[in-house]
């Protein structure tokens, strides 16, 4: 990457914009947008490891798409154990159908339509599993959002059954080219896949077509990976042991500033297990904060303090630094000793991703944009005016602050209550528009595949190459916002 002129203060996405420069790139979907960094991701896009953004069903639908989800340092192993598992078990393609019974009530499908950003629920019998998956299960319909218009909410799912207009046999699935063909013609958003009378799984239009786009993100069995964050304190190896065990794929060694000497330990417990997958270690924002991390062990640091919707840290310390610049020095750091950085933080639109990505890293973490979407785990709220959103909150919040303090003495979680460095709640809206976290990065890797061919780069090396940035004032910036109504 090289600058048009060279800047004298360190700079923010919003400061900068990318020159068009010669490109031989024909199409857009000719360039590889795969992270390069050993993770296995094909889309260079991380779900950030916080509880208002990162539960199974994110995790499972960035896995699909290609990206990864990581899981918060807060949940118990036991949880972690049970999730690794079922996120492992669900189908690389066909999307994980929400499941109720014929003795469920109308409300209860009302429900679980906020959960995942389809149209329809599916109806079985029988299962002995957990999540519904047992043997003996036996499909029995469906039951969709306007079967449920004008029908008392405490209906039996019973009487409002209806069988689908279109199935499809996973022993003799067609090309997903030919299944959404097959989905046009019919006139259905919403197909159940079975294997005999067992359900696998459903299939959608957006569906079908995102899976021949996206190639999922998978482990060396052929299922879905997830990664997992571990905290500097208490048994660290003993954790991220399990956590391997378990079958996570990424481990994120995490805490707000990496740059101290209890990550350094950590991240040597861990390194010493000699665990056969990436550790990521951070957060950092200079090129020191990368060496030393690297010498203990990381492959990969995470760059970003302060820049996150979420966080106080700037505003209560003063502390950090402006995110680009943070960055593209942190990366040049890591690429001179062979490793890598993940962008942590600060990115609202696609434009954002597309710098952090020039700038040098392999991996961009989103967190609050991904709070505002069916999959990230809150509930969804409606507020006075109707418009949907849920709750969000920083990890150095008072709110995660007791979450993870909650084994600790009274007067040690007041004290440490004192500390508090993020928001404790936040209203994330729901972009009626784009409500899954699939809409996004529909919309996020459009717009990074487009930035690649203006600057001609045909995979992520090459755009880190070939990139070439310009400095711009606040009225250069809003210059290139649209407008969206007359002036």
């Given at each position: 990457?090289?600058?048009?002129?060279?800047?004298?203060?360190?700079?923010?996405?919003?400061?900068?914009?990318?020159?068009?420069?010669?490109?031989?790139?024909?199409?857009?979907?000719?360039?590889?947008i795969?992270?390069?960094?050993?993770?296995g991701?094909?889309?260079?896009?991380?779900?950030?490891?916080?509880?208002?953004?990162?539960?199974?069903?994110?995790?499972?639908?960035?896995?699909?798409?290609?990206?990864?989800?990581?899981?918060?340092?807060?949940?118990?192993?036991?949880?972690?154990e049970?999730?690794?598992?079922?996120?492992?078990?669900?189908?690389?393609?066909?999307?994980?159908?929400?499941?109720?019974?014929?003795?469920?009530?109308?409300?209860?499908?009302?429900?679980?339509?906020?959960?995942?950003?389809?149209?329809?629920?599916?109806?079985?019998?029988?299962?002995?599993?957990?999540?519904?998956?047992?043997?003996?299960?036996?499909?029995?319909?469906?039951?969709?959002?306007?079967?449920?218009?004008?029908?008392?909410?405490?209906?039996?799912?019973?009487?409002?059954?209806?069988?689908?207009?279109l199935?499809?046999?996973?022993?003799?699935?067609?090309?997903?080219?030919?299944?959404f063909?097959?989905?046009?013609?019919?006139?259905?958003?919403?197909?159940?896949?079975?294997?005999?009378?067992?359900?696998?799984?459903?299939?959608?239009?957006?569906?079908?077509?995102?899976?021949?786009?996206?190639?999922?993100?998978?482990?060396?069995?052929?299922?879905?990976?997830?990664?997992?964050?571990?905290?500097?304190?208490?048994?660290?190896?003993?954790?991220?042991?399990?956590?391997?065990?378990?079958?996570?794929?990424?481990?994120?060694?995490?805490?707000?500033?990496?740059?101290?000497?209890?990550?350094?330990?950590?991240?040597?417990?861990?390194?010493?297990?000699?665990?056969?997958?990436?550790?990521?270690?951070?957060?950092?924002?200079?090129?020191?904060?990368?060496?030393?991390?690297?010498?203990?062990?990381?492959?990969?640091?995470?760059?970003?303090?302060?820049?996150?919707?979420?966080?106080?840290t700037?505003?209560?310390?003063?502390?950090?630094?402006?995110?680009?610049?943070?960055?593209?020095?942190?990366?040049?750091?890591?690429?001179?000793?062979?490793?890598?950085?993940?962008?942590?933080?600060?990115?609202?639109?696609?434009?954002?991703?597309?710098?952090?990505?020039?700038?040098?890293?392999?991996?961009?973490?989103?967190?609050?944009?991904?709070?505002?979407?069916?999959?990230?785990?809150?509930?969804?709220?409606?507020?006075?005016?109707?418009?949907?959103?849920?709750?969000?909150?920083?990890?150095?919040?008072?709110?995660?602050?007791?979450?993870?303090?909650?084994?600790?003495?009274?007067y040690?979680?007041?004290?440490?209550?004192?500390?508090?460095?993020?928001?404790?709640?936040s209203?994330?809206?729901?972009?009626?528009?784009?409500?899954?976290?699939?809409?996004?990065?529909?919309?996020?890797?459009?717009?990074?595949?487009?930035?690649?061919?203006?600057?001609g780069?045909?995979?992520?090396?090459?755009?880190?190459?070939?990139?070439?940035?310009?400095?711009?004032?606040?009225?250069?910036?809003?210059?290139g916002?649209?407008?969206?109504?007359?002036?």
């Open positions: 990457m090289e600058f048009l002129t060279t800047p004298t203060t360190d700079l923010t996405y919003a400061d900068v914009f990318l020159v068009p420069s010669k490109s031989e790139v024909t199409s857009r979907m000719d360039v590889d795969s992270a390069d960094d050993a993770t991701a094909t889309i260079p896009l991380v779900s950030a490891n916080m509880t208002a953004v990162t539960g199974r069903r994110m995790v499972e639908t960035m896995a699909r798409r290609g990206g990864l989800g990581v899981l918060p340092q807060d949940v118990p192993l036991n949880v972690i049970q999730v690794a598992g079922w996120v492992k078990r669900r189908h690389p393609v066909f999307e994980t159908p929400l499941r109720v019974r014929p003795t469920d009530t109308v409300l209860d499908v009302l429900h679980l339509l906020g959960k995942r950003n389809h149209s329809a629920v599916c109806v079985v019998e029988g299962g002995t599993g957990a999540d519904g998956t047992g043997e003996e299960e036996v499909f029995a319909g469906i039951v969709r959002r306007e079967d449920c218009e004008g029908v008392d909410r405490f209906s039996s799912v019973a009487s409002v059954l209806r069988s689908p207009a199935t499809f046999e996973a022993g003799a699935f067609p090309s997903l080219q030919e299944a063909g097959q989905l046009d013609t019919a006139g259905v958003a919403y197909a159940p896949v079975l294997d005999g009378t067992a359900l696998v799984g459903v299939l959608t239009p957006s569906g079908a077509l995102r899976s021949g786009m996206f190639a999922p993100a998978l482990d060396r069995n052929g299922a879905l990976g997830l990664g997992a964050a571990v905290g500097i304190n208490g048994d660290v190896a003993g954790r991220a042991t399990a956590l391997v065990e378990y079958g996570v794929d990424v481990l994120v060694l995490d805490t707000a500033h990496g740059h101290q000497q209890k990550m350094l330990d950590a991240l040597a417990a861990v390194k010493s297990l000699d665990l056969p997958v990436p550790v990521v270690a951070g957060n950092v924002v200079s090129a020191g904060g990368v060496r030393e991390l690297v010498a203990a062990g990381a492959d990969i640091i995470k760059v970003g303090v302060g820049p996150g919707a979420m966080c106080t700037r505003m209560m310390t003063a502390v950090g630094r402006p995110q680009f610049s943070a960055v593209l020095d942190c990366a040049a750091a890591a690429r001179d000793l062979g490793k890598h950085v993940w962008a942590d933080g600060g990115v609202r639109y696609p434009r954002d991703v597309a710098l952090a990505l020039a700038a040098g890293a392999s991996q961009v973490m989103i967190g609050s944009w991904f709070a505002g979407t069916v999959e990230s785990p809150g509930d969804l709220v409606a507020d006075a005016d109707g418009r949907q959103y849920k709750e969000s909150f920083g990890m150095a919040s008072a709110r995660a602050v007791q979450n993870r303090t909650k084994a600790e003495d009274a040690s979680r007041a004290r440490k209550a004192m500390f508090e460095e993020g928001i404790s709640t209203r994330m809206y729901l972009d009626p528009e784009r409500p899954s976290v699939e809409d996004l990065l529909d919309m996020i890797t459009a717009g990074v595949r487009s930035s690649m061919s203006y600057a780069a045909s995979d992520l090396a090459q755009f880190r190459e070939r990139a070439v940035v310009g400095v711009q004032s606040a009225a250069g910036y809003e210059e916002r649209p407008v969206r109504q007359s002036w």
